[in-house]
């Protein structure tokens, strides 16, 4: 059974200030940050099926929580489930373990932070962290299939678009 894997990286977040939020995950999105994604999300909605996904995944850090809450808000995605395998700094391969489950759900969307996400992204394609050069804008998204379950290498790149993009398909 085929399996459509969207990663998506967290919208724009406040910048890093240990004053204010001395626990980073607790970092919200900037208000601009959130407006904007939601545009994304209702752009991002039209490609995905029916609307929305079967699961949504989120790393619960505050900013990444908020950009699945937001998607969830403006797509047929249901509530978001938290993943720590999604935490930045988190590995690929735990990630992908984590992810290898779901193969029957048929689409996954799954919210995360750079670098961890990217790697992830490449590990899936490649079999290799570092063996391919992606780059996810914030609040932009990559479309992985599977024709089966996911495993390192066995991915299909399918589209990565800009939050810019997205926006113009809303």
Known sequence: MALDLYLVRHAVACGRDPE??????RRPLTPRGERGFRAAARGLARLLPGGGASLLLSSPYERAWRTAQILAEETACPA???LDALLPGAGAEEA???LAGRAGAGAVVAVGHRPSLHLLAAY????????????IKKGGAVRIRFEGPPQPGAGELRWLLTPGLLRSLA
């Open 20 to 25: 204010r939020w001395p626990d980073d995950g």
């Open 80 to 82: 978001p489930m938290p």
């Open 96 to 98: 992908a373990a984590a």
């Open 124 to 135: 899936l394609l490649t079999g290799r962290e570092n063996g391919a050069r992606l780059r």
